[in-house]
């Protein structure tokens, strides 16, 4: 194909996508504002795409710009001159590691566990599933912060690490971090906190004089703090840190193997040749924003989220999850009015709003992460008319009978040609059989809504297997 044919199908197959600029994109995507900035990380990846992290001493560049990475979050963070940290591809991989770290500094526990707020990020649950080791996940209190007196509790002699977020995704509130890491140290257990999303505007919000909890190494007892550069730093994909109090902390985390032919292997994450790109990227945006840039940027996306949690408090219909401590707002409807019908009338008004499903006695809710670049007023006028006509529309009924046999059904049960059936059922198949979701998505959230989370995981994994095969269904 002629370069220039390849350079219109890029951009064709970009259209269908959601836009990553202009603020009107409230989940995965994280906008400053700054068109230069972006241009010039851009640049930077692409100059260090072919770049190979697997060996520092090759490529002494990535081991500059991650060393200049760790240094700068440690100002954030309060850490101590001892502190360390490993760049790698997300937020995910990072608490990936911090699991891993933590079991297998304790060889001596034999079924290692974990101890966690069940606001806890699902990458949590991913690294007990993935290194064998027991999520205890702690109900929250009515606040939605984590119980520390029941996570206290639920403490064992298998304990081999604790979990705070700051703030959690789905609930944008801090837990009670100095509680919970003085339980942990007392037993001699490993603390971290999952400031993931919130480890890059914490700190200056704070330094706005805004409340917020004590969550960084100043608290006694925690040990790392996973923090990402393609949040709220702005960076492009594919960056994040896990940070350590000291060297001997992060040393379970490193791999070497020297038991075979070729070069000894040695790495400090989970991917072994990794691409500069990210670390390039991440490195140019921190230099280009500095503290300062930071600064204002959290104080634009701060007071933006101010703004928009009170314009939905006064909104007839939403009420707050809870009054937001960083930049995420979760916010219910009243009866009445459907959470996923209103979503569906952001999307049609050109704004992303992100779905959260009903879970336990928690009705389902939207989710707004708000960056820098995020208009509150251009926000909050689409989400009246929106509110207005969901309202219109009312909600979203599912037939009784199908809700009851959605509760009833064992997903271990369900074969290939039964996922299928649910598939079309739900309107995720057209009438080609050819997969895609529909033009509004509140019909297959209400559905999913009344599935037991089981029932989700099983038609949702079936979904992903049949959209991501390059041939065509049926074949
Ligand atoms: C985003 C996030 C993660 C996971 O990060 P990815 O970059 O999506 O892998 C973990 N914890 C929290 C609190 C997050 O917000």
């Known amino acids: 194909m002629a370069h220039e044919e390849i350079r219109g199908r890029l951009a064709a197959l970009q259209d ?19 068109a230069e900035v972006d241009a010039l990380a ?37 850490g101590p001159p001892t502190m360390v940290g490993t760049l790698t591809s997300g937020g995910t991989e990072s608490c990936l590691l911090a699991v891993q770290g933590a079991r297998d500094s304790r060889p001596d526990v034999d079924s290692p566990s974990i101890v966690v707020p069940d606001t806890v990020h699902a990458a949590f649950h991913k690294a ?17 912060r984590a119980d520390a007196a029941a996570m206290t509790a639920a403490m064992d002699e298998t304990t081999v690490l604790v979990v705070a977020s700051a703030p959690s995704y789905a609930d944008g509130v801090v837990d009670p971090v100095p509680a919970i890491a003085a339980a942990a140290a007392e037993r001699g257990v490993r603390c971290h906190v999952d400031a993931c999303i919130g480890g890059w505007v914490l700190p200056y919000a704070a330094r706005l ?4 909890t004590p969550w960084t190494f100043a608290v006694e007892g ?13 960076a492009p994909k594919g960056a994040s840190l896990l940070l350590h109090r000291t060297p001997a902390l992060r040393r379970p985390q490193y791999f070497a193997h020297a038991g075979w032919p070729g070069y000894t292997m040695l790495n400090a994450t989970l991917q072994s040749t990794r691409s500069g790109g990210p670390t390039a990227g991440a490195w140019a945006t921190v230099q280009a924003i500095g503290d300062d840039g930071y600064l204002r940027l959290a104080e634009r996306a701060l007071v933006a989220t101010d703004t928009i949690a009170t314009g939905i408090s006064a909104l007839d219909g939403l009420c707050l999850v809870a009054v937001p401590e960083s930049t995420l707002v979760a916010a219910v409807a009243d009866a009445g009015l459907d959470v996923f019908t209103v979503c569906d009338e952001m999307a049609a008004r050109g704004w992303f709003v992100q779905p ?9 809710s939207l989710h707004l992460a708000i960056s820098a670049a995020t208009d509150p007023a251009a926000f909050l006028a689409a989400l009246d008319e929106s509110v ?32 299928d059936l649910l598939l079309a059922a739900g309107g995720l198949a057209g009438e080609d059989g050819r997969l895609g979701l529909p033009e509004r998505m509140a019909t297959v959230n209400a559905l999913l809504d009344v599935a037991p989370p089981a029932l989700r995981e099983a038609v949702l994994v079936a979904f992903l297997d049949r959209l991501a095969r390059p041939f065509a269904p049926g074949t």
Not at 209 to 212: A, E, F, N, P, T
Not at 398 to 408: F, I, M, N, T, Y
């Open 388 to 419: 207005a006509a969901a309202r219109q529309a009312g909600p979203v009924a599912v037939d009784s009978g199908v809700a009851e046999l959605l509760r009833g059904l064992d997903p271990a049960t369900l074969g290939d040609a039964e996922l």
């Open 128 to 144: 007990g599933h993935y290194f064998g080791v027991r999520v205890v996940a702690v109900p929250t209190g009515p606040d939605h």
């Open 356 to 364: 959260q499903l009903s879970y336990g006695d928690r009705a389902p």
């Open 222 to 234: 925690v040990t790392s703090i996973s923090t990402d550069l393609h949040k709220y730093a702005y």
């Open 16 to 34: 269908d996508d959601l836009p990553v600029h202009g603020g009107r994109t409230l989940a995965y995507v994280y906008d400053a504002g700054l």
């Open 42 to 78: 851009r640049e930077a990846v692409a100059a260090f795409a072919g770049s190979n992290g697997l060996d520092p001493t090759a490529f002494p560049s990535l081991l500059t710009m991650e060393n200049d990475l760790v240094a700068f979050a440690r100002s954030l963070v309060d």
């Open 209 to 212: 004089g805004r409340q917020v």
